[in-house]
């Protein structure tokens, strides 16, 4: 039967699976941001499309990392002289030289990392937001579907380019309810990727503390106190931090 309790146990397979399968690459990836932060580093995240929303949870928010910023195609509107109807089209995001664009927008540093993150793992600015940061010694963690990533032949994946890939469990097309006619409906790549996110966020955060430290996080800006101690963490990074749309 179509209906909640289908896209239900879709869900609940897809969260019990991640947790269990890609326990060991998200450990890689938490060491890797780790190792980056204390390093004087910033997270940077990228997505697109819908993956935005991926990107975004990983960026300014309360319980989360304070060293993360997010790159966007906005970047080239709210940082670069880009018009906004130049962004409007959603197809933008296959346009070549745009991933060069909005990294020169950016404070980017050497000591950065970055997680790309794209169900297909096939779109240009995605993968050469990968490439450019791999080309310049960067780390690379790509949260991607294997399932459709291995459905692109013949040209450049995102996975091909990261140094650490954590499958998302989403089937090719994301979507996962069948509809009478063929027709598919209810994705789970946004439902395991803000749990990707989360996982990433404790095993840098148990990193830290297993070390010794203190990781820095946001607090809530609605309890006392919060406003106060994220601007003293953030003014240490200065520019390489824009919250933005956050």
């Not at 499958?167 to 996962?176: C, R």
């Not at 840098?204 to 996080?217: D, L, M, Q």
Request: charged letters at 20%; aromatic letters at 4%.
């Amino acid at each position: 039967m179509i209906g909640q309790a289908a896209y239900a146990e879709i869900a609940r397979a897809a969260v019990d699976r991640l947790l269990t399968e890609e326990h060991a690459t998200i450990a890689s990836a938490g060491e890797l941001v780790f190792h980056a932060l204390r390093a004087g580093g910033v997270l940077q995240a990228f997505g697109t499309g819908h993956s935005r929303s991926v990107a975004l949870e990983l960026v300014g928010r309360a319980g989360g990392l304070v060293p993360a910023n997010q790159l966007g195609i906005r970047d080239v509107v709210y940082y670069g002289d880009a018009a906004p109807a130049a962004i409007l089209d959603p197809k933008v995001e296959r346009e070549p030289g745009l991933a060069e664009r909005i990294w020169e927008l950016a404070d980017i540093r050497p000591e950065d990392v970055f997680v790309i993150i794209s169900n297909s793992g096939g779109n240009a600015s995605v993968v050469e937001m990968a490439r450019l940061a791999a080309d310049r010694g960067h780390g690379v963690i790509a949260i991607t579907s294997r399932a459709h990533t291995s459905r692109i032949t013949g040209r450049e994946r995102l996975a091909d380019l990261a140094h650490v890939v954590i499958d998302n469990g989403a089937p090719y097309g994301d979507a996962t309810v069948e509809l009478p006619g063929g027709d598919v409906v209810c994705p789970v790549s946004n439902l395991t990727g803000v749990l990707i996110a989360q996982l990433l966020v404790a095993e840098v955060a148990g990193r830290y503390v297993a070390a010794g430290g203190s990781p820095p996080v946001f607090r809530s800006a609605n309890t006392p106190g919060g406003d106060a101690h994220n601007d003293l963490l953030l003014a240490g990074y200065g520019r390489r931090v824009r919250l933005g749309d956050a």
